[in-house]
């Protein structure tokens, strides 16, 4: 990572897909300084800013999660539409038990076949050849795998986030207690020269 | 008073260097375990196959119900045994790849917790609970 910029801006990037980039701090007392915060409010801000970095994460893992399910879902209607094409011409009939309702199992023999319906949701199903079925299929496979990449990508930048903001409440609160410490000896120091 | 200090760390100091390595490190460490997860189904689905390809073996029915997607279509014993055997090795070697990634990560890992304990000891703690 050649990117260390001396500012302590921390990343190149100040936000990714409305995900607001944590701040890296080089110096905890310049930062408290200059933002005109005290120890306490500052890590009252890191540790809200966290709080809402796992708000984000959590719905970006919903999202994978579906991404995760639908892609081999696609697959299976792939598999299923390449059968129907192999079928096709060599004028065998597919016999295929399938299940009409839970637990019960009905018998189809599916002929010669040039096309088959796509449920595309929102109630509408369509007829098409195998070959553009085919096509569309993958276009929609082609499209959740690279929505799913991009969705990676925006966790990952999440979870540096997330570590950035933990290893900056880190510092501020060992700093706040190395402040009180330097506060707390130096008064006993000079009581014990008194006696 | 020195000591002190640097003891609870505040009087290290932590570059963006050594925050980018940590945050290095917190990616890779998820990349583990989510490859984790992957190794397992992989192998389940691998023994699943394996378990599938002896019965078949056994059976002796011409015709065997092979699914695809939500239905068991009826094919022919022969092409269900090329099929599994097919599917076998495709899993086989997409878990021989994820294992693979994971040997480079967990050395890569290694070497990032043996820089980052040189620099910060026990002020930094990258254990697994």
Redesign the interface.
Same mark, same amino acid.
């Given at each position: 990572m050649s990117s260390s910029s001396p500012s302590g801006s921390g990343s190149d990037l100040t936000e990714r897909r409305g995900i607001p980039a944590a701040k890296f701090i080089q110096d905890v007392e310049t930062y408290l300084s200059q933002s005109g915060l005290d120890p306490n409010s500052a890590l009252a801000f890191h540790q809200e800013r966290l709080q809402q970095y796992k708000v984000v994460e959590m719905k970006l893992l919903a999202q994978q999660r579906d991404l995760q399910a639908k892609i081999p879902d696609i697959e299976k209607c792939l598999e299923v539409v390449a059968t129907l094409e192999a079928k096709k011409g060599t004028g065998e009939a597919l016999l295929a038990d399938f299940e009409v309702s839970e637990g019960i199992y009905s018998r189809a023999c599916i002929e010669d076949t040039d096309s088959v319906c796509l449920w595309l949701g929102a109630n509408v199903m369509l007829e098409y050849s195998c070959e553009e079925a085919s096509a569309l299929l993958k276009n929609n496979l082609e499209n959740a795998k690279a929505s799913l990449e991009v969705l990676v990508a925006d966790l990952q930048f999440l979870r540096d986030q997330v570590t950035v903001t933990q290893v900056t409440i880190a510092r501020v609160y060992n700093w706040d207690v190395h402040q009180r410490r330097v506060k707390q000896v130096t008064p006993t120091a000079i009581a014990v020269a008194d006696s | @008073?020195q000591q002190?200090?640097s003891k609870?760390?505040?009087?290290m100091?932590?570059?963006?260097?050594d925050?980018?390595n /940590?945050? /290095?490190f917190? +990616?890779l460490n998820?990349r583990v375990h989510d490859l984790d997860d992957d190794i397992k189904s992989a192998k389940e689905k691998c023994e699943n196959l394996e378990d599938a390809g002896n019965e078949l073996i056994l059976a002796d029915e011409e @015709?065997v +119900?092979f699914q /695809?997607?939500?239905?068991?279509?009826?094919v022919p014993r022969d092409d269900v045994e090329t099929k599994i055997e097919e599917m076998k090795e495709a899993t086989c070697k997409s878990l021989e790849k994820l294992e693979q990634e994971k040997e480079s990560i967990v050395t890569q890992m290694a070497a990032l917790k043996k820089v980052l304990y040189a620099k910060f000891k026990d002020s930094i703690n990258l254990e697994e609970d």
């Open positions: - | @008073m002190q200090g609870s760390g505040s009087e100091e932590v570059t963006w260097d925050q980018q /940590i945050n /290095i917190s +990616r998820n @015709m +119900r /695809i997607g939500e239905v068991f279509a009826h």
